[in-house]
């Protein structure tokens, strides 16, 4: 297991929480962060302490849901009323809190004015559902039932009606021959019960529908369809939402949110007879068109691919007659280069073998001076060991001579001394009987004799 201290490179600094809060908290400075702006927005009086002469409220949008915290000091806190448009100066300043959040805070400092707000709270709702709404995109219902009548799909409509309506019979005059053509299911609620309409399409968007309708006739009490809850209910619902309500002069909130308003459930009845007559229509005519289209795209591309072809095999032609004759060119020039580089290339061999010849003698030349040079040193060398062998022979020849005349002087004496000796030997038996003078001759002799052996034997 790898030590981690030692693959890791310890940083030389940490950042804390609060200091990366505090750098991106400096570097998002705006300019109005820096001067006076006017504001306007709705009051609400929320803030029930005093934070060192301060109380902390809350701005709202006049058509929205967004708001932001409003510091205002304790007189002007007293001086405006909840849920009133506010006018006036101030300035933006920031506060960061624990979890790392950088808010914004809006101080009042000089009031304007203070009026009832241009719009109610219900009012301000209805503007939210709306934009948000808008901000969420209506869906296409002329593309749907289009699309599922090219692929030979079934278009499945849920429709909603009050229990005692009879729109249903308005619906199916509209639609004429093409009720066979739709898969139409009638759902009957009470339209004054908000919570039983809510309920109604919760259980309808499924996959089994294609289309939820919410259908009513004219006449009065149309508050059902301005009802915050059951509007709000059809913004996140998969399934497309109409609307067939039969009161043209008021539209009505759930109508402005609907993807697609229908003024009455006739209409709507109409509108799904025409967009499969039309659609059809279409088809054919597309159809037709396509084959138009197709043959004369299929002439025109035909004729392209003719010309095309026709340029390409010019242009084959034309590229064909200049490769032969840069072809015919390049095997000119690379046949003058080929001569010129044999040319070349004989003159080189010549000169260099000329050059190797001259350099085979001159070597040659000079090794058999070498071997000449040699050979008459070596009988220098050997004339001149002759000599000296000679000379060492002839001084060994005289030395053997002169050491042959020295070993027969030195045969001589001894022979001598042996006669000598003889004598000695015959003398001193003949002096045994003589006095003492023939002793002290006989040791001279003695002497003499040993003198000279000496002498011949250091010789």
Avoid at 16 to 36: D, G, H, Q, Y
Avoid at 393 to 400: G, I
Wanted: glycine share 4%; charged share 25%.
């Amino acid at each position: 297991m790898p030590d981690t201290k030692a693959d890791t490179k310890i940083p030389e600094v940490f950042f804390s929480p609060s200091s990366i809060v505090a750098i991106f908290n400096a570097a998002t400075v705006t300019k109005e962060e820096k001067r006076i702006i006017h504001v306007r927005g709705i009051f609400k009086k929320s803030g029930t302490a005093n934070y060192g002469g301060n109380f902390y409220n809350r701005l709202k949008d006049e058509a929205g849901e967004n708001s932001i915290t409003l510091i205002t000091s304790e007189l002007m806190h007293n001086q405006l009323e909840d849920n009133k448009t506010i006018e006036f100066n101030a300035f933006i300043t920031r506060r960061l809190d624990k979890q790392g959040r950088i808010e914004l805070i809006i101080n009042l400092i000089e009031l304007f004015s203070q009026k009832v707000n241009k719009y109610s709270e219900e009012e301000t709702k209805k503007i939210v559902l709306i934009n948000r709404k808008v901000e969420t995109g209506f869906k296409d219902l002329d593309a749907l039932i289009k699309n599922r009548i090219f692929n030979n799909l079934p278009i499945k409509i849920k429709i909603i009606m009050g229990k005692s309506g009879i729109i249903d019979t308005d619906i199916k005059k509209g639609m004429g021959e093409a009720i066979a053509l739709y898969n139409i299911e009638y759902h009957k609620v009470s339209l004054s019960a908000p919570e039983e309409i809510i309920s109604k399409i919760k259980t309808l968007d499924t996959t089994d529908a294609d289309i939820i309708c919410l259908a009513r006739g004219g006449g009065e009490n149309l508050d059902t369809f301005e009802n915050l809850n059951i509007c709000e209910s059809i913004l996140s619902r998969k399934t497309i939402i109409a609307s067939a309500i039969g009161h043209a002069q008021d539209v009505s909130l759930f109508e402005k949110l609907a993807d697609k308003k229908f003024i009455t459930p006739t209409h709507f009845g109409t509108y799904l007879k025409e967009i499969y007559n039309n659609t059809i229509e279409e088809f054919e005519n597309s159809k037709a068109k396509l084959a138009q289209e197709i043959t004369t795209q299929l002439t025109a591309n035909f004729s392209k691919q003719i010309q095309n072809l026709n340029e390409q095999l010019l242009a084959t032609k034309e590229l064909h007659e200049k490769t032969k004759s840069e072809l015919a060119k390049n095997h000119s020039e690379q046949l003058i280069t080929l001569q010129t580089k044999l040319k070349n290339s004989e003159e080189l061999y010549n000169k260099t073998t000329q050059e190797k010849l001259n350099l085979h003698k001159t070597e040659t030349e000079n090794l058999k001076k070498q071997i000449q040079d040699t050979t008459e040193l070596y009988q220098k060398k050997l004339t001149e060991l002759t000599e000296l062998e000679k000379e060492k022979m002839l001084s060994l020849t005289t030395q053997v001579q002169t050491l042959q005349e020295q070993q027969k002087q030195k045969d001589k004496m001894i022979e001598q001394t042996s006669n000598l000796a003889s004598t000695y030997q015959k003398q001193l038996s003949e002096a045994k009987s003589s006095s003492n003078s023939g002793i002290i001759i006989a040791a001279i002799i003695a002497i003499i004799i040993g003198i000279i052996i000496g002498m011949s034997l250091s010789k």
